[in-house]
């Protein structure tokens, strides 16, 4: 029989609408959701071919387990892979205590599946470790907008793209990495010559090319820059002194900090031209400006920094909740925004709610029926796997994601998974470098097969549900939680209570509640007014009636006296630094047709079209200076490992610097891919890894 299904898109947070056709249980096409205000029926190639996805070769249909490392995992039944999982954990939890296990999830996940977990893991077994895939991701942002307007909260919308005068981008390659939202882009820019578009990139990316002015920055010196920014408009009286004067603190601290950021110094710190510099400056100050920003500020030792400089520049010129203007940071995974509402993380709580506060703590803890929430952060993406390297933690779970591929400095997270007395998988596909590592794993479904919520970039909530039925003995993410935790209450003495769900709707409502009176507000949303009235921004409650497009246009934000409060931020190196030795920067990032690790879309032959194999891109004069032409192989090292792959001279690439593409793992290339290379060193304040720069040398092999 023939069936369309509304959905969205799994890959990226633009969060597409998709429609789904099945015919007799079986996916058999996809096209664009005319009716989604995310993309208006639009796809790009990752979301296009994500029918030919659903298939099953790839897919884990039945619980494996082993019960000794030396040993191969054998089929077995849920039964007896959950009653096993249960009684370690539970032996682990009473001989070690709470915090010798952790999860560590996805932004992949649904919001209802993300939810549980964080209540199985603060809630029942009293422990704060459980971090996710998104700590490498969008931690930073939420640091950034908490620093500066208090909330982790992007106040802008899409619209906002048509409505701007000036559009500046910075440590995004937009046209690879958010494809749909960069259409709207190129859509506006036609309809509106005269908006200026700035790209801040090191590297001169498709997006760097279709802007007006591409500041090639030297990495890492993104800080220098949006301070030189706010000192040419200090000088040249663009600040909007009122809005300085009515709705922030800080500011006078900040002027004292960028007065030392002239021009002349900006300018030879980023390597970029002074005129380019003012001609910025100038820009963004006219305004309306919206700023969209990704990785390239995120995945640094300075993201918070960097986050909060650019969010200054919103602040002192003004141009934040209005038409046209804000600090809108774009979210990479397709739920990383519905993982943090629900504090599914190791420093959050549910409902935008912070650990340290005993009052949320509290909160929580009455909404759950539990005692208490611990209050110790729990280990955040690097010291998880540090602690399970040490012996500190001792069993973890994963789940919907891939860390043997997407941490940094991957023979550490290696050797961390191989002396971890237990590893639990719960995942879709057998094909990914973490499999190899897991004692345990555990079926779930995938895109096409779930029911749940997910929150896009523009705190967007869409309904999305299942196409076709579950395959093989796979279940829902959230049932393995839910099936799980009841046996774990049973070993551990505690009443049958918490975990009482049939069906996600019941989770999502508990969910609902706990935003009640808070930031993201959405008591006034059901699964019934998603499917009747379409997707809804948060918040959405007796008060907010049709969901916010923009916040903070009354200038009151959510801090105790309503007021911004300016960061002062300054420049600070990259954590590694170029040498003698290790003379190229290498800087990573994604291609236009893969996703993460590949386990989907490495599936699709007509994905490899554009790039089919991993190559390191290298400006030409540094392949003469090594006499490599292109093809060559190289060897590609710095202390942490090496990777050998193809050179290609490549244009985009500035001197002294080279590219690698995250997609390439152990299970598509010889070699862990590049992120074995990058540093684990982290921000202070989010904890978020510098994926995106180490230094390196090159040899010919
Ligand atoms: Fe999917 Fe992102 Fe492409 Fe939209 S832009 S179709 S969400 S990958």
């Known amino acids: 029989m023939l ?96 915090n010798s296990v952790a999860f560590y999830i996805s932004g992949q996940l649904l919001t209802e599946d993300y939810y549980v977990f964080n209540k199985l893991a603060k809630g029942l077994i009293g422990t704060n470790n459980v971090d996710t895939n998104s700590r490498l991701c969008m931690s930073s942002a939420v640091s950034g907008y908490k620093l500066t307007l208090g909330a982790d909260a992007p106040p802008a919308c899409y619209e906002d793209i048509d409505h701007t005068a000036c559009l500046f981008i910075a440590g995004s390659n937009t046209a690879y990495a958010h494809p749909i939202i960069f259409r709207r882009i190129e859509d506006a820019k036609a309809r509106n010559p005269d908006m200026k578009i700035v790209v801040v990139d090191p590297r001169r990316t498709d997006t760097a090319t279709f802007a007006d002015l591409h500041l090639a920055i030297q990495p890492g010196t993104d800080v220098a820059l949006f301070n030189g920014m706010l000192h040419i408009m200090l000088w040249e009286g663009m600040l909007d002194q009122a809005f300085i004067r009515e709705h922030t603190n800080g500011f006078d601290a900040l002027k004292e900090t960028v007065r030392e950021y002239t021009p002349k110094m900006v300018a030879d710190i980023c390597g970029i031209r002074e005129a380019d510099l003012v001609t910025a400056a100038k820009w963004f100050g006219s305004g309306p400006s919206l700023s969209m920003y990704c990785m390239g500020l995120n995945q640094s030792i300075h993201g918070s920094d960097k986050n909060a400089a650019l969010i200054n520049l919103h602040l002192a010129t003004g141009q934040i909740g209005k038409p046209g203007a804000g600090p809108f940071s774009l979210t990479g995974q397709p739920n990383a925004m519905g993982g943090r509402e629900v504090g599914g993380m190791a420093n959050l709580l549910s409902g935008h709610r912070d650990l340290d506060n005993p009052e949320h703590r509290a909160e929580v803890a009455a909404l759950w029926g539990v005692e208490d929430v611990p209050a110790t952060p729990g280990k955040t993406a690097v010291e998880m796997f540090d602690a399970l390297k040490s012996g500190e933690i001792k069993a973890i779970w994963i789940a919907c994601t891939n860390p043997a591929h997407s941490m940094p400095d991957l023979n550490q997270v290696r050797a961390a998974l191989e002396n971890a007395e237990l590893v639990v998988l719960q995942d879709a596909y057998g094909n990914t470098d973490t499999n190899i590592y897991a ?21 967007r909530i869409t309904h999305i549900t299942p196409a076709v039925a579950k395959p093989g003995a796979a279940r829902h993410d959230w049932e393995i939680v839910v099936d799980f935790a009841q046996r774990l209450e049973q070993r551990l003495g505690k009443a049958n209570t918490l975990f009482n769900y049939l069906v996600p709707e019941t989770i999502f409502n508990e969910h609902r509640e706990s935003t009640r009176g808070r930031d993201l507000d959405i008591t006034g949303l059901s699964y019934q007014i998603l499917d009747t009235q379409g997707p809804q921004q948060w918040p959405l409650n007796e008060k907010v009636s049709t969901g916010l497009q923009r916040l903070y246009s009354d200038g009151i934000f959510p801090k105790p006296d309503g007021r911004a409060q300016f960061h002062i931020a300054h420049y600070k190196p990259t954590a590694d630094k170029t040498d003698a030795r290790q003379p190229l920067h290498l800087l990573t990032g994604r291609l236009r047709d893969q996703w993460h690790g590949m386990s989907r879309t490495g599936t699709v032959a007509q994905l490899f079209n554009h ?34 792959l193809r050179a290609q001279p490549s244009d985009e690439i500035q001197p002294a610097q080279s590219f690698i593409p995250m997609h390439w793992g152990s299970q598509f290339m010889s070699g862990l891919g590049c992120n074995a290379l990058m540093p684990s060193a982290f921000d202070k304040i989010s904890r978020q890894p510098e994926l995106k720069h180490t230094a390196v040398k090159l040899e010919k092999v």
């Open 611 to 644: 790039v089919d194999e991993p190559v390191i891109s290298l400006n030409q004069q540094d392949m003469e200076r090594r006499q490599i032409k292109p093809g060559d192989l190289v060897k590609v090292s710095n202390k942490r490992g090496s990777l050998t």
């Open 3 to 98: 069936k369309e299904t509304r959905s969205t898109c799994c890959y990226c947070g633009v969060g597409c609408g998709v429609i789904i056709t099945s015919e007799d249980d079986r996916i058999t096409g996809v096209r664009g959701d005319p009716d989604h205000p995310a993309n208006f029926g639009r796809l790009c190639t990752k979301g296009s071919t994500l029918h030919l996805t659903a298939k099953l070769d790839t897919r884990v249909l039945q619980p494996e387990m082993r019960t000794s490392r030396h040993s191969p995992r054998q089929p077995t039944d849920w039964d007896t892979a959950l009653d096993h999982v249960a009684d370690r954990f539970a032996e682990t939890i009473r001989e070690h205590g709470p």
């Open 439 to 459: 004692d345990v794993v555990l079926p779930a479904t995938s895109w096409g097969e779930k029911e749940g919520t997910v929150t896009n970039s523009e705190r």
